[in-house]
Each structure stands twice: as structure tokens, then as C-alpha cells.
């Protein structure tokens, strides 16, 4: 029987809201040892922003960590699945748009957060990115 994506999502995402600065998500990502928050309003979700996007679009680019928001560097074209949805089916999304992470969805509201790493968790214990992606955060 074919894995569905709660059974292999992180679920309990940790989020920011739109004005929130880059600081407070870069503190978020570090005190969760994660590397990415949704950006949610209210319980809708908004976008999503990664260490990747804080140091492309906003360090490199020379921004204020502490006045920029994460409104300003997120990801607000989303790929997003189902719970109930196949997770072979988020697999493809993610090999089909390159992206690393996918937010898991209940309408609009965020659920959880299915990323390689959890795949790789699942799929092939024995592979490197699941033995790293077993690890505790390191802070």
C-alpha cells in the first residue's frame, strides 16, 4: 500500500508571520534546528522562507536582517500537498520544480512539511542523507 504524506511529513511547522523580520526567522531556524519557517497570516499560509533565501536574497544582496521581512526574501509561489495525498506524488513535485521542501496543507492551512530528508528517512535508511537528516540539530 502507498505511503501517504502524513506518514512521512514533519508535522507542526514552525511559522512566522509576513512582518516578521529575517532575524526572527533566522532565530526560529536555530532554536528548531530547521532550515526553513512558513510564512503563515492567520492560519493561512502565505510563503515560506529558507536559510538559502536569508543569505541570497538578503545577506548578499546587503539588506538590514533586522528591518527586512520575510515578506520581502519568501517563497510565495508554493508547490504545496495533501496529507491524504500519495507521497510518491510529492516526490515527483519536488524532482519536478527542484525544491527541497513542500509545505503539507489541510485547505490553506499548514499542517506539516514533507523535505527530502524525510523521505530520505522513510525510503533508504541507509543512504547518507538519511543518516544525516537523522542527526539532531546541531546549534
Do not use: F, N, W, Y
Not at 532575524?23 to 519557517?37: K, N, T, W, Y
Not at 538578503?58 to 526574501?73: N, R
Not at 509561489?77 to 507521497?87: K, Q, S, W
Amino acid at each position: 500500500m502507498a505511503q501517504k504524506v502524513s506518514e512521512v511529513m514533519t508535522p507542526v511547522p514552525v511559522a512566522v508571520e509576513p512582518q516578521a523580520s529575517l532575524v526572527e526567522a533566522a532565530e526560529q531556524m536555530r532554536q528548531h534546528g530547521i532550515g526553513d519557517v512558513l510564512v503563515t497570516e492567520g492560519e493561512s499560509l502565505r510563503g515560506l522562507v529558507t536559510d538559502r533565501d536569508i543569505v541570497v536574497r538578503a545577506v548578499a544582496a546587503g539588506l538590514d536582517m533586522s528591518t527586512t521581512t520575510v515578506s520581502e526574501v519568501c517563497s510565495a509561489e508554493l508547490i504545496t500537498v495533501a496529507p491524504a495525498d500519495d507521497a510518491d506524488a510529492a516526490v515527483r513535485l519536488m524532482r519536478e520544480h527542484a525544491i527541497r521542501r513542500v509545505p503539507v496543507v489541510d485547505g490553506d492551512r499548514p499542517v506539516g512539511v514533507v523535505s527530502i530528508g524525510d523521505m530520505a528517512i522513510q525510503r533508504d535508511t541507509r543512504s547518507v542523507l538519511s543518516d544525516i537528516s537523522a542527526q539532531p540539530p546541531t546549534t
